[in-house]
């Protein structure tokens, strides 16, 4: 009886703890943030990219992005990471902003439109949009080397 009861009440801490963390979340950070770090798109590798880059941030935190070229546009975009769900939800807006633009257009993206993008990100992971966006030029930088993307 003594370890039903304790099943039980392990079981209602973690469901207590459950609704604080999703409380807490939604305090900290935008729906769509939530929703992106929470089911990311184009999170994954592509098989021989014509750009790939890697780049571990000031946090530790480490993406990964790679470019699939038709033209000279960027048709497919994903990427990897290790981070933590802010740097998940960049990667997924970021990848989503760039398939279509040219190399030059997806160039000029900044860290501050991923944020807007994404409703604004608390000043604590800023970095994160930093972290994706360094990525993704060297990325862009990957696929103009010579004999790339032509």
Known sequence: M?????????????????????????????????AEARDPK??????????????TGPC????EIF??????R?????????GCGPTVAC???????VEGKSLADAAAIEAAKVIIALDGLPPE???CATLAVNTLQQAIAD???????Q
Not at 42 to 55: E, K, Q, T, Y
């Open 2 to 34: 003594t370890e039903q009861r304790n099943t039980i009440d392990f079981e209602r801490w973690v469901e207590i703890l459950q609704a604080e963390i999703l409380r807490r979340e939604q305090e900290l950070f935008s729906a769509r943030v939530l």
């Open 42 to 55: 184009n999170l994954g590798a592509i098989l021989d990219p014509d750009g790939r880059a890697a780049v």
């Open 60 to 63: 530790g935190d480490t993406m």
């Open 67 to 72: 470019l699939r070229l038709g033209g000279s």
């Open 74 to 82: 960027i048709e497919k975009a994903a990427f990897m990471t290790d």
């Open 91 to 97: 990667g997924s807006m970021l990848t989503q902003m």
């Open 125 to 127: 992971h800023i970095h």
């Open 143 to 149: 696929c103009s080397q010579e004999g790339k993307g």
